[in-house]
């Protein structure tokens, strides 16, 4: 596990070299001794927590704090200052600082102060996170809420349903159990890229009724943190296309601009009202209607092996 990115700040070479010392095998560590050169720093590599003096030359501390929390990129960076301006420590905390240390502090003191702000903003970023499965069917890259799904397996040898929708492509026995799949490619009209051989199943359950969704791709589960989820009213317009009724909102993909660049996109070259960069989330019961789930419970139970 990689230790959490640190900017010191301070224009005194020893009060770098203490904070240097005291932090070393804690935090992976970066300098600046301005100001103007910690926002040059933070614009290449945002860090997980900024250790700022005030009194500097350049560009006073309290500038640069200002100029952080008013940085879309930056203003979730938690701001500790060390600085012997006590006067100013309202100032500073109510202009977004997480803790203002006086000047001189111990070793010990300021690794634990350190730490502390940093655990607190790992509990943040986790509320309003979401653990999700980027999954992708057809031309789609889309997400699956990780809670809702129960396994991924490659697609078995399925037996045909009799009388069922044209959608669901049959069924299969899992653990005992038997499990409907639903073709998504022909839910959402598209076609799929990949051979059968090399499909996947993502099984879910909706109501006690197990369904699996039958897909070209599967990626490792990711966890979004709560600043790269956002509704599905923010993003697009309101146009989603196939994803219309099945949406949940939207998560940024892994390494996308926040001005739509470099980002998978939601309709991978087709058009879903959405902004490149962002991946729809699919509620996996919205899928599934009342009458389907009550037509594949129907259709299981007469099958031999079915539950009573």
Do not use: I
């Not at 009209?189 to 791709?217: F, I, N, T």
């Amino acid at each position: 596990m990689s230790l959490p990115q640190v900017l010191l700040v301070d224009d005194s070479e020893a009060v770098l070299a203490f904070e240097r010392a005291a932090l070393t095998g804690h935090c992976e560590l970066t300098t600046a001794t301005n100001g103007r050169e910690a926002l040059e720093r933070m614009a290449q590599l945002v860090p997980d927590l900024l250790l700022l003096d005030l009194s500097m030359p350049e560009m006073d501390g309290g500038e640069v704090l200002a100029r952080v929390k008013a940085d879309l990129r930056l203003h979730e960076v938690p701001v500790v200052v060390l600085s012997s301006e006590g006067f100013r420590e309202a100032e500073c905390l109510k202009a977004g600082a997480e803790l203002f240390l006086a000047k001189p502090v111990a070793a010990e003191r300021l690794v634990s102060a350190v730490n502390q702000v940093l655990d607190e903003a790992q509990r943040r970023r986790r509320q309003g996170s979401l653990a999700a499965l980027p999954v992708g069917v057809g031309p789609y890259e889309l997400c699956l809420p990780l809670a809702s799904v129960r396994t991924v397996l490659l697609q078995p040898m399925l037996t045909s349903l009799p009388s069922a929708p044209s959608y669901l492509a049959g069924y299969f026995s899992l653990h005992g159990q038997l499990v409907g799949v639903l073709d998504l490619a022909k839910r959402l009209g598209v076609d799929y890229q990949a051979p059968l051989a090399e499909r996947k199943l993502v099984v879910v359950e909706e109501q006690g009724v197990p369904l699996a969704l039958c897909l070209d791709r599967v990626s490792a589960p990711e966890e979004f943190p709560a600043e790269a989820v956002v509704p599905k009213e923010q993003v697009g317009g309101g146009d989603y296309g196939v994803y219309s009724r099945v949406l949940r909102c939207f998560v940024r993909a892994s390494g996308a601009s926040g001005d739509g660049g470099t980002g998978t996109g939601t309709g991978g070259g087709q058009s879903s009202g959405a902004a490149a960069g962002w991946l729809p989330v699919l509620e996996p019961g919205s899928l599934f209607s009342r009458a389907l789930l009550g037509e594949v419970r129907a259709l299981l139970r007469e099958l031999p092996g079915g539950e009573p």
